[in-house]
């Protein structure tokens, strides 16, 4: 499965939006890019997930550069409880998801 | 529709010890996955399996662990001889293959070993 990097933290302000970025530059052909989340120490909850064109749900939008060497989660309006570590994951179908360190979004009023 | 339940939620257990924790997946989910992660690192995948089947194993430790998936009952991730060093968080995970694979985790067993 391909490496992805994400920045380590960042901060957003209540109501805006939450623009995470993911850099995916080995990614397959076949190999599609998700998103999780985890809240405190609950287990990950999955988000949205792409493999070319851009996606959107009732979550989160992802948006997929055409190169697809890197991904923006969109969290439209963020609240308080969007606090969480954000995980991008970029793997083939089936099989494991390998997570990395994420990013620890802080949600501010 | 139930999700992804586990249990027990937490376990304490001396060392030398062995741990079993349990997973049902979600209804109609035949995958499971079994990850780990240990106090304030990211999740680290063990196993990977289906019904009576273990499909990738290449996080599990060589000794100690071991998983399984019977055609009947939950997924059991078995720990024998614990050691400190096993304290952690175990979630699991399930899928079906025809919604993309996305996995649903369940809310994790917590293991302390004294």
């Known amino acids: 499965d391909a490496k992805t990097t994400q920045p380590p933290s960042m901060d957003c302000a209540e109501g805006r939006a939450a623009n995470l970025p993911c850099n995916h530059s080995?990614?397959?052909?076949?190999?599609?890019v998700y998103w999780y989340r985890q809240i405190h120490s609950q287990g990950p909850q999955y988000i949205i997930h792409g493999l070319k064109n851009n996606e959107t749900n009732e979550m989160a939008s992802l948006i997929i550069t055409e190169d697809r060497k890197s991904s923006t989660l969109i969290l439209p309006h963020a609240t308080l409880r969007d606090t969480a570590v954000y995980y991008c994951?970029?793997?083939?179908?089936?099989?494991?998801?390998?997570f990395g360190d994420g990013t620890t979004l802080t949600v501010k009023p | 529709n139930a999700g992804v339940m586990q249990n027990p939620r937490h376990l304490v257990r001396r060392r030398g010890q062995e741990a079993r924790l349990r997973c049902s997946p979600m209804k109609g989910h035949s995958h499971v996955y079994w990850y780990r992660q240990l106090p304030e690192e990211g999740l680290k995948f063990m196993v990977y399996?289906?019904?009576?089947?273990?499909?990738?194993e290449s996080g599990m430790p060589k000794e100690r662990f071991s998983a399984e998936f019977p055609k009947e009952g939950p997924s059991i991730l078995r720990i024998q001889q614990v050691v400190r060093g096993d304290s952690a968080a175990y979630f699991c995970?399930?899928?079906?293959?025809?919604?993309?694979?996305?996995?649903?985790f369940g809310p994790g067993t917590r293991l302390t070993v004294l």
């Open positions: 994951i970029v793997k083939t179908n089936a099989g494991k998801s390998t």
């Open positions: 399996l289906q019904k009576e089947n273990i499909i990738d």
């Open positions: 080995t990614i397959s052909g076949n190999e599609y």
């Open positions: 995970a399930s899928s079906d293959i025809s919604t993309y694979n996305e996995q649903f």
